[in-house]
């Protein structure tokens, strides 16, 4: 079987799925033409004053028929096309539906006067859509066809070689037999075909190769990407081990074991060991951010969001404790549906959320957890009364390394990386994640900030 796919688009999926797409698009659009077509034979003589003759009128009824039955078995066929292109594929489907259509349109042409119908211009339509799927080649073969079959249809009426189907009351004198009229109509009609096919080609093939580069240029990208996240994995790694030798160096002094030192060059010595702790936080998680985004596909296991929850929240209870934080947790759902996920992910997730309600909180704090069912999908939300985010920042909240200004000159600790990690993982779980504050349970001075999290089922 001939291959019709340009060498380019044997393997483009993006292709396949633009042709599959097109071919339903037409099928569809064919029930609307059979409808339009019924609704005309059956209103023409009320609305327009045009009348049909016996012949026509069962013409016309048959082709429409026709068209409904093929159309039918396309819409049958069209499931079980693969796409592969020495086999009969998606685009072999689309020439079957153009030679159908086409003939359609020739004999409808032919039952409503040849050259005196207006439908004729159709042929145009049906020649620029052919031009956006099908190869120049195989699109200019059929334009040419098409207009042949033309020409000897009006030719062969004219000689009363076929006989003509006059639509009564459309025309005051009958043109068919008008030899100047016939010509000039046909090689109008056929300029316009040629010339519309040619253009619609060239735009269709410039689209392509427009697309091509595109795909071209985003695979680029994903592998400079690729590239990038490597190289930032090593960088990140060179610089940890000289940062946990400085750390256990630091432990070995500070635990005594050199022998006693003095109080404040111990003082200065643990802020350094906190910073240096600190510095190697920061490593782990622009690590695990890196290792994300080369992730290309999670783990999917069943998971019961609720497990996970109460799981983080039994590690947490201890910082709970200590800043006599009241903790309200609430599943309004009725089903307990399990989601499909990476269990591992979303408790990094959760576990962030909660230790950032935790740390962004005064002591005697409220926070409220409550999972909800949305439509195909789980919502988490985590709702605290604390310090809150400012309305300026909330937008940059989940970049790399962003931390808020009102935290900023407050010694709290951390990287500014939790949401863009939490972030991450959502949307590798095909979710999203939002931020509101002042969260619903905000107060005076204490504005709290709250994160839905969503995530689909499947
Ligand atoms: P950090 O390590 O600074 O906590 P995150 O990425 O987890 O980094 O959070 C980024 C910033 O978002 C924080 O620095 C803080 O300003 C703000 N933030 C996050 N969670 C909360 C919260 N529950 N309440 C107030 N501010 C928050």
Request: neutral net charge; contains cysteine; glycine residues 6%.
């Amino acid at each position: 079987m001939i291959s019709l796919v340009p060498s380019w688009a044997v393997y483009n999926e993006e292709f396949w799925e633009t042709i599959k797409h097109r071919n339903l698009w037409f099928i569809k659009l064919r029930y609307g033409a059979v409808l339009m077509l019924f609704a005309f034979i059956v209103s023409s003589e009320f609305l327009l004053g045009i009348g049909f003759t016996q012949t026509q009128l069962v013409a016309l009824t048959l082709i429409n028929c026709s068209i409904l039955v093929y159309n039918g078995i396309l819409q049958w066929l069209r499931v079980y096309l693969k796409c592969e292109p020495f086999k009969f594929n998606p685009l072999h489907f689309s020439l079957v539906q153009m030679v159908l259509d086409l003939s359609a349109l020739m004999l409808l042409v032919y039952f409503t006067g040849g050259i005196e119908t207006p439908l004729f211009m159709l042929f145009v339509f049906h020649m620029i859509i052919g031009s956006l799927i099908l190869p120049g080649t195989v699109i200019y073969t059929i334009a040419i066809s098409v207009v042949f079959i033309f020409f000897g249809m009006v030719l062969g009426e004219y000689h009363n070689l076929i006989s003509h189907h006059a639509v009564a009351g459309l025309l005051q004198t009958p043109l068919y037999n008008n030899f100047k009229f016939i010509v000039t109509y046909s090689i109008v009609f056929g300029f316009v075909i040629l010339m519309s096919v040619v253009l619609a080609n060239k735009i269709a093939n410039q689209l392509y190769l427009m697309e091509q580069k595109l795909v071209e240029s985003l695979e680029q990208l994903n592998a400079a990407e690729v590239e990038k996240q490597n190289y930032v994995i090593g960088v990140v790694h060179e610089i940890k081990t000289p940062l946990s030798a400085v750390n256990s160096y630091l432990d070995v002094i500070l635990q005594g074991f050199l022998g006693p030192v003095n109080e404040k060059i111990l003082a200065k010595l643990q802020r350094v060991r906190a910073r240096s702790a600190e510095a190697i936080q920061l490593t782990n998680d622009v690590l695990k951010v890196s290792k994300l985004r080369l992730l290309d596909e999670i783990k999917k296991e069943e998971i019961k969001v609720r497990d996970i929850l109460s799981s983080v929240l039994k590690k947490q209870r201890a910082n709970f404790d200590r800043k006599k934080v009241k903790l309200h947790f609430k599943d309004n759902r009725k089903i307990r549906s399990k989601i499909l996920g990476d269990k591992l992910l979303l408790e990094i997730a959760f576990s962030n959320l909660v230790s950032n309600a935790l740390k962004y909180i005064e002591d005697e704090g409220v926070i409220e957890i409550i999972l909800d069912e949305k439509e195909k999908g789980i919502q988490l939300e985590v709702c605290d009364n604390g310090i809150g985010i400012p309305e300026k920042d909330i937008e940059k909240i989940f970049d790399d390394f962003y931390r808020a200004s009102n935290i900023r000159s407050k010694g709290y600790e951390g990287t500014g990386m939790g949401l863009s990690i939490i972030k991450h993982i959502v949307e590798k779980h095909n979710g999203t994640i939002e931020v509101q504050s002042p969260s619903r349970l905000a107060s005076t001075n204490k504005p709290g900030a709250s994160f839905i999290v969503f995530l689909p089922l499947e």
